[in-house]
């Protein structure tokens, strides 16, 4: 499997700081030729073909790679453009042989008045430390980029890592919501629950109206680099929430000797937010696509497959009997006239991971 991580650059001098805009500068004209030939019918592209273009060979080549994927996605869809066109803050992207990690510090071909190689450290956080792992028990780096982001540079590495696999006969079921962001059940071959977890959306919550009556009152004041700054805050701690609901979820699955972990499709996240309060709706922001990323990279790391399920009657049907009846679910609690009174999240995640037994 592949995963990416990004690691911020120390804060590079003013002249290097040039260097990048400038090269920056240079791959949205040369993003926007190529796109321009594509257009034209011109396929056999080569780095010779944008001399115009100040960028070293490599970096155009990338392009060129990267510009005909778009393109091949902008022909499939229903755009009433013309053809691509590409913002100005476009990443500078390079394959694994055009860039090198000695220690904390990476190495990387830039264009000044010639090409030319500039070495740039890094911060050397828990993430940077987890890469080096990685280089170091032989995984196979893979395409990386340079970017900037809200007064920050940032390098992007992604990593080939070899999937373990298991032959575990337990299966965990995991229903994400609005009022307990996750709900575990886990049950053996026999479909008998041997465990369970809780992650209440309290915290979450609470969050969430913080920032947004901060956003209020900041719009009212009209400053706008202040929302900025705030909604960058709220995301970075949005992110390092759901690093730790998927790391104890995934933890608790290999504790629990768990072979695959069930998922609801998340489109209906998306239609259940619609029908709850406003206070509720707070959390209709909530990064769930990101929870599950997470969820489904940590558990393969583990050699834990995961599965997407259609999420029809799951919430509706009776973990205990069966019997779908939409009245059965009232905000918490699910009671059913066969005797199965629980909590309604819980007889959610008891369906998914019955569901994921049965297609298995």
């Known amino acids: 499997m592949q995963i990416t991580y990004v690691l911020e650059l120390l804060e590079p001098t003013k002249r290097k700081q040039n260097i ?7 791959v949205v004209k040369n993003r926007q030729a190529i ?19 100040n ?18 996605l902008f022909e499939k869809s229903d755009s009433k453009k013309d053809n691509i066109d590409f913002k100005k803050n476009q990443p500078i992207c390079y394959n694994n042989q055009n860039y090198k990690i000695d220690g904390h510090i990476i190495s990387i071909p830039l264009y000044t008045s010639k090409c030319q190689r500039f070495a740039f450290p890094v911060k050397q956080t828990k993430r940077f430390k987890e890469l080096q792992e990685h280089i170091e028990n032989g995984s196979k780096l893979g395409k990386a980029s340079l970017f900037y982001k809200r007064g920050k540079w940032y390098f992007a590495v992604s990593v080939d890592l070899p999937q373990e696999k298991n032959n575990n006969p337990n299966t965990m079921g995991i229903d ?8 575990a059940s886990i049950k053996n071959s026999a479909g008998k629950e041997i465990n369970r977890q809780f992650f209440n959306g309290k915290e979450a919550g609470f969050i969430r109206k913080k920032y947004r009556s901060l956003r209020r009152e ?8 202040s929302i900025r700054n705030i909604n960058d805050k709220e995301q970075r701690w949005m992110t390092d929430l759901n690093h730790k609901i998927s ?9 629990e000797k768990v072979g695959i972990i069930v998922m609801e499709d998340l489109e209906n996240i998306r239609q259940s937010a619609h029908s709850l309060n406003r206070a509720d709706r707070n959390l209709h922001n909530w990064t769930f696509y990101q929870l599950q990323q997470f969820i489904e990279y940590k558990a393969e790391l583990a050699g834990i497959k995961v599965k997407y399920i259609n999420p029809k009657h799951t919430s509706q049907r009776c973990s205990k009997c069966g019997k779908v009846k939409k009245v059965n679910r009232k905000v918490n609690l699910y009671s ?8 309604s ?3 959610a995640s008891r369906n998914i991971a019955h569901l994921g037994q049965q297609s298995a």
């Open 336 to 343: 059913c006239q066969c005797g199965n009174h629980i909590h």
């Open 20 to 26: 990048f805009f400038n090269n920056i500068a240079e």
């Open 55 to 72: 960028l070293p060979s490599a970096v155009k080549n990338q392009n060129i790679r990267e510009v005909k994927v778009l393109f091949r």
């Open 176 to 183: 994400i919501g609005l009022r307990q962001l996750a709900v």
């Open 345 to 347: 999240d819980l007889n």
């Open 247 to 255: 790391r104890r979820l995934v933890n608790l699955a290999v504790q």
């Open 35 to 53: 796109a321009d030939k594509l257009k034209a019918g011109e396929t056999k592209l080569s780095s010779a073909d944008f001399k115009e273009h």
């Open 218 to 225: 900041l719009g009212q004041a009209k400053k706008i680099n």
